[in-house]
């Protein structure tokens, strides 16, 4: 991973939307915890879950808390399908870093357990790592109702 002190400027990247997506979320980070010593990693190569965890658990002295705004689908949907096997390796991993008082925070995507799929198809398709036991989901939802004026 790329370290940095301050948050990175991807707001113009319009190459790489998921880097302008985590420099709002870091942003955030930093405006509601201000003068909290904040250290932002990017990943320039993809952001592998397990190398991760590996990562963070290789640190001398990690931080106590990590946000992840990262997700894809995991049964199908928008993002993909992930095999049982990958998804409770991630989550034995995140409890490791439980057990050490390391706090996961991650994104929850932006359509709830939809996906972005329409209501008609009624299956759930929860984004991932949100949805793993061991880590603390934080976001928002969408709810389109075509019969309210809000």
């Known amino acids: 991973p790329v370290r940095s002190a301050t ?3 991807v707001a113009n990247d319009t190459a790489n939307p998921a880097g302008v997506e985590a420099s709002l979320d870091v942003q955030y980070i930093m405006a509601t915890g201000a003068g909290v010593p904040t250290d932002v990693y990017m990943y320039e190569h993809g952001f592998k879950l397990l190398a991760f965890a590996d990562y ?3 640190l001398k002295d990690p931080p106590l808390v990590w946000s992840v705004s990262y997700g894809e689908g995991i049964n199908g949907g928008i993002g993909g399908r992930q095999s049982v096997e990958a998804v409770r390796a991630f989550d034995q991993e995140m409890q ?5 008082g390391i706090s996961v925070l991650v994104s929850s995507g932006d359509s709830g357990v939809y996906d972005r799929i329409i209501f008609e198809d009624f299956e759930f398709h929860p984004s991932y790592p949100a949805c793993v036991p061991s880590v603390t ?4 939802t969408t709810w389109d109702d075509p ?4």
């Open 7 to 9: 948050p990175p400027n």
């Open 56 to 58: 963070v658990l290789g």
């Open 96 to 100: 490791k870093l439980a057990v050490l």
């Open 137 to 140: 989901a934080v976001g928002g």
């Open 147 to 150: 019969k309210s004026s809000s």
